[in-house]
Every structure is written in structure tokens, then in C-alpha cells.
């Protein structure tokens, strides 16, 4: 009944390394710098490059824009946390990490979906392309899985938000993530975490399998193609989207579907780490080098 309410919390980061701190400081503040530039870039290329004006890049500026939140919010508390032993956070600075973390790997589900429905058009109905996919479904079709993301993350964040903290406010991790806010909460968070697992069964499944029913559609009209080098050549321009699927989806499913009770706490950091602080390196750099307009802007632009 003597409870006092926790106003701070402070992050231990990814573990006693004792001597390596600054090392890994040194290598994770290299990522994250890599990491802002390959997204930027590609940005920056999409939106002044006239050859690069297409749906597909559209979206992929998305994609890079979530990743750079992603690591923006994530990273520089983790670094923090390498080069002074631990990082305080307020109580509400950690909800809004935590609802930013949530509502934009939501987000990201779905606008995989939405680069799928376009490879989809481009590939099966390309007549139609066009017309479909004209300025305003590209607005509505990006705008919507922000949309989403930002509000049924809260199904998430307003019962992490009641959670009582007691005494204890050391979370041992490198952000405000659900996992270890249950394990430091002195609340009974069993029902919360059904609750997460069941709605996370819909937004996570519904938008992967959207993806792999649209795939299927790919690749067979792909298989119809009379030669091989159409084959590959249609094959290349959905290859880096369909990677991409495959390292998000897979880090998102190990994470978050397979209950807490399920895995340590230490393999739930490494994974946080793959899908918070890698994806987004990756990401920039699957797209720039197996996709030959981006390259074949990069050179462009080298030679000027």
C-alpha cells in the first residue's frame, strides 16, 4: 500500500559490457550516422531527381522516413546509455518513446502492404497502372498506414500508461519497449499482454498476408513471362521490396508474437537490436544496390 509513483526511469542500455562500452559506443554511433545518411539520401534523391517520380519511389520515401524515426528515437538514448552507464528518462518521455516505437513499426507494416498493392499493379496490371495509381491514391495509400499506425498503437501504450512502477524504475534495456515495462511493473500485466498479443494478431498478420497473397500473383504472371531475361528483369523491380519484407517480418514476428514468457530477455534485446538499429542501416542499402535507377542516379549525381 506504501507505493511511490515513479517519475524517472533509467535505461541500463544493452548490458554490463564493462571495457567495451566505448567501443560499442564508437560502432553504434557510426551505424546511426550511416543510417541517417542512407535514409536522407534517398530521400533527397526521390524528391529531386525527375527519373526517380514514380509511385514505387513515393512510397520508399516513406519507408525511409520510418526508418529514420525509428533510429532517431531509439538510438541517441541507447547511445546515451553506452557512454554514462545508464540514461534517465521521465516517465512521460518513456510513453512517448514507446508510442512513437509502436505507432511507426504499425505504420511500416502497412506501408509494406501498400508497396506490395503497387509492385502487384505495376507487374500483373501494368495497362491499368496509371490510371489506378494516379497522385491521389498515392497520397491516400501512404497517408493511410501513418493513419493507422499513430492510433491503434494506443491499444498498446494507454494500458502500459496506467502500469504502477513501484519502486524499482532501472529498466534493463536500451528503450521503453513493452517487454521490459512489463517485467518492471509491479501491476498484474497478464491480461495486457493477452490483450497486446490478440490485437497484434491482425495488424501484423492481416498486412504479411496481403503481402504474400500479392506475391503469389507476381510471381505467377512472372513464371508466364516467354524469356528469361524479362523474367529477371521484372523480378528485379519487386527483389529489394520483397528483402526488405522479409528482415522486417522476420525480427517483428520473433519479437512480438511469440509471448515474453517465451524467450530471455537478452534474446529479446538482440532482436530489438536487428530490427532498431540494423533494419534501418539495411534498408537504404538493399534498395541502392539492387536498384539500378537509384544506382544510376548515384552516379549521376557522383559525376556532376
Not at 54 to 64: E, G, K, T, V, W
Not at 75 to 99: D, E, H, R, S
Request: hydrophobic share 50%; glycine share 6%.
Amino acid at each position: 500500500m506504501n507505493q511511490t509513483r515513479v517519475t524517472e526511469f533509467i535505461l541500463l542500455g544493452v548490458g554490463n559490457l564493462h571495457g567495451f562500452n566505448i567501443t560499442l559506443f564508437i560502432l553504434f554511433l557510426i551505424i546511426f550516422l550511416f543510417t541517417v545518411m542512407g535514409n536522407l539520401l534517398i530521400i533527397i534523391l526521390v524528391c529531386t531527381n525527375a527519373q526517380l517520380q514514380s509511385p514505387m519511389y513515393y512510397f520508399l520515401c516513406h519507408l525511409s522516413f520510418s526508418d529514420l524515426m525509428i533510429a532517431t528515437n531509439i538510438v541517441p538514448n541507447m547511445l546515451g546509455a553506452f557512454l554514462f552507464g545508464g540514461k534517465i528518462m521521465t516517465f512521460l518521455g518513456c510513453i512517448i518513446q514507446f508510442y512513437f516505437f509502436s505507432g511507426t513499426t504499425i505504420a511500416e507494416c502497412f506501408l509494406l502492404s501498400v508497396m506490395s498493392y503497387d509492385r502487384y499493379l505495376a507487374i500483373c496490371n501494368p495497362l491499368r497502372y496509371s490510371s489506378i495509381m494516379d497522385f491521389r491514391c498515392q497520397v491516400g495509400l501512404s497517408l493511410l498506414p501513418w493513419l493507422l499506425g499513430l492510433t491503434l498503437n494506443l491499444i498498446a501504450v494507454m494500458p502500459v500508461s496506467n502500469f504502477n512502477f513501484c519502486h524499482d524504475n532501472i529498466i534493463n534495456h536500451f528503450f521503453c519497449d513493452l517487454f521490459p515495462l512489463q517485467k518492471l511493473s509491479c501491476s498484474d500485466t497478464s491480461l495486457v499482454e493477452l490483450e497486446v498479443f490478440l490485437f497484434s494478431m491482425p495488424i501484423f498478420i492481416l498486412p504479411c498476408g496481403f503481402i504474400i497473397g500479392t506475391y503469389v500473383y507476381i510471381f505467377c504472371t512472372i513464371a508466364k513471362i516467354p524469356t528469361t531475361t524479362g523474367k529477371e528483369k521484372t523480378f528485379s523491380t519487386c527483389s529489394s521490396h520483397l528483402i526488405v519484407v522479409g528482415t522486417f517480418y522476420g525480427t517483428l514476428i520473433a519479437k512480438y508474437m511469440i509471448p515474453s514468457k517465451g524467450h530471455s530477455l537478452l534474446i529479446n534485446k538482440i532482436v530489438s537490436l536487428l530490427h532498431t538499429v540494423f533494419t534501418p542501416l539495411f534498408n537504404p542499402i538493399i534498395y541502392s544496390l539492387r536498384n539500378q535507377d537509384i544506382r544510376r542516379t548515384l552516379n549521376k549525381v557522383a559525376d556532376q
